[in-house]
Each structure stands twice: as C-alpha cells, then as structure tokens.
C-alpha cells in the first residue's frame, strides 16, 4: 500500500534519489543534496510548530510503499509562494496603440512580469516516480490538498502551481530560449539549476520590467507559451480535474501555465468530509482517498471503503498505515469524481 506522509531526516538518500530523477524545471528539486537536507528540516519545523497565521512555512511529503519501504514520490507546498523573495510569472496583457490623426488602432499581446500571486499558497516540488502509477500521483497531488483543508489556518485561500512547460530533446525550452537567454546567455537547464541552488528571485528579479512584445518572440516560443510539457501532463490533469483553473499568468522560465485554485471550490478540499471510521473490511464499496486529522502524524492513502451509518468502514491494513483506531475521525473524499 501506498502512504503519504511528511518526510523525515531519515528519508534525504531516497529524496535526492527522486530529485535526481525529477525533469528539470522541477526547481524545487534541483538542489543540492544539502538543500535539500534544508528543505527537509524547513518542513519538520513547520509541521512541529503551533501555526495560526501562515508565514514562511514549507511542507514536504513522500509517498512511501508501506511493503517495500521505498519512496515512490515527493510533493511539497509553500504556505506563501512569495514570503521569502517575490514568485515572479508572466501575466498575458494587452496593449492599445492608435493615432487619431493617421485613423490607426491596434491591440498587441504582451506579456508583463510580475509578481501578483506572491500571497497565494504554492504547490512545489512534485514528482511522481515510475512506482507510483496514476492511482499514486493523485494520492501524492490530492493529499496536500487534504491537508490543507485540514488545516486551513496554516494556508491561503488560494493556491497555485507552476506547471511544466514544453521543452524539447536536450532539456531545450523554446520559450527560454526566446526570453531568459537572451538576457542571462545561459540555457534553460544551467538557469533551471541555479534557480534550484539560490531560489529563482536571482533570476526572474533581473528580467525586464517593460512588457515583452509577443510578436516579436521567436514562432517556436509563441507556439509553447500556456502549454504543458509532456512530463507534467499527469499532474496538470490531476489538478484541473479537482478544479484549478488556467487564468492569466504564465511561468517567467518556460511559458508553462500556472493554474490557480480556489480552496473554497476545489473538489478535494470543499467535497471532502470528515467522518468516524470503524474498522472492518467493507463488503462492498469505492476506492477512497482518506487522511487522518494530524499535522507531523498526517498519513493518507487510497483504499476501499464504504459509508455505514454515519460511519466510514475501513480495513485493517489502512487503519494501520493511518494510525488510526476505532471510532477516530478520518477526511475522506470518493475517487473517480470531477471537479468541474
């Protein structure tokens, strides 16, 4: 059985493992193995920690498989996707010139760097290893989510993420190459790596802060700007399947489309209930995602369960990977549903 919980000090050799095996665009595990380390105790720290208003706080999950021990997926999300430094995006605008005098009027897309996200709540650091399947990349993207509905102090009410662009054989991003390289002479992969080891504010804070004039980047750029890259295809559709949505923004690196969500309208943290558990294997009944109500304790996972009478049947091999015993309170929501 697959489980979601927070990761631990214990868990920083299968961590890199994963990172390392992450594309890159993935910044937030790009990193050194000492970032990384970092990483990890920022995420013991906030989970130890009383929180009643969110602040600097970042979270780290794994998906670990509960027979064999080994990690199978990480996924993390910032409390403030701009506490620390500001998160810089493209946003999609429109200029209007026109002269009265020779009866002309034209409307141009440009794109305009900024940072109007920044007190949002950002999913970060995902990835989904080849042991995880679909079934598990959902536990891994969707339990966050629980948490946050859980815990809703500790997180806006809206949350982002930063989906991955289109690139191309070589780690190429056209977008980049149209963009950031003309200003930092370096290619997408160096400036994705940089951006893991500093934090991406050393990079995006230099771009220009005149609009960039769509039409005169390169056609490949245009073509791939809003669009999401092969690898992440699974989680965009994970996540717009729970109800994100695309608006207007853009990633600065590689013109990927950031989705926004609305916590009070996302499938697995508005639908989602709380419910007592009672243990025993349900004759019959629907996969679930189901999470306990702990912070640095929180488990999820995905198993069959059936409601009875006011109460959730669970089995004995969930109840254990949830530490729960009977009659105490599980989040569940049912699988298979669509957010919009």
């Known amino acids: 059985m697959l489980v979601f919980r927070p990761v631990t000090e214990q ?43 969110r602040g600097e706080e970042r979270y780290l999950f794994v998906l670990e498989d509960n027979d064999s021990g080994e990690l199978a997926g990480v996924a993390g999300i910032d409390a403030s996707a701009g506490f620390g430094e500001p998160f810089y995006c493209f946003r999609n605008d429109t200029l ?94 160096e400036a994705e790596r940089v951006c893991g080891e500093h934090g991406r504010r050393v990079l995006a804070s230099q771009m220009p ?44 690196f590689d013109g990927g489309p950031v989705l926004l969500g609305r916590v009070s309208a996302l499938r697995s943290t508005a639908a989602s209930r709380t419910w007592p558990v009672a243990a025993g294997e349900p004759e019959t009944g629907d996969e679930w995602l189901l999470a306990n109500t702990g912070t640095a304790g929180f488990r999820a996972v995905r198993a069959r369960a059936s409601l009875e009478a006011g109460m959730l049947r669970v089995g004995a091999a969930a109840m254990q990977a949830l530490q729960l015993g009977e009659g105490a309170w599980v989040r569940a929501l049912p699988c298979g549903g669509e957010g919009r």
């Open 209 to 252: 802060q005149q609009p960039i004039y769509v039409p005169l980047l390169s056609e490949s750029a245009q073509l791939v700007m809003g669009e999401v890259g092969e690898e992440a295809r699974v989680g965009y559709d994970i996540l717009y399947g729970d109800g994100f949505e695309v608006e207007d923004y853009i990633d600065a």
């Open 11 to 53: 868990d920083l050799a299968a961590v890199h493992a994963l990172a390392a095996q992450s594309p890159v665009g993935v910044t937030s595990l790009q990193g050194s193995r000492a970032r990384l380390a970092e990483r990890i105790r920022q995420s013991e720290s906030a989970l130890a920690g009383d929180i009643r208003f």
């Open 96 to 189: 209007s010139h026109s002269s009265a005098s020779l009866g002309l009027s034209n409307r141009v897309h440009v794109l305009t760097l900024c940072h109007d996200l920044s007190d949002a709540s950002l999913l970060t650091a995902f990835y989904a290893g080849p042991g995880a399947g679909r079934a598990g990349a959902e536990l891994l993207s969707l339990a966050r989510l629980m948490f946050v509905a859980g815990h809703p102090q500790r997180f806006a009410n809206t949350v982002v993420s930063a989906m991955l662009g289109v690139t191309e054989a070589g780690d190429v991003s056209p977008f980049w190459d149209s963009v950031g390289r003309v200003y930092f002479g370096i290619d997408y992969a």
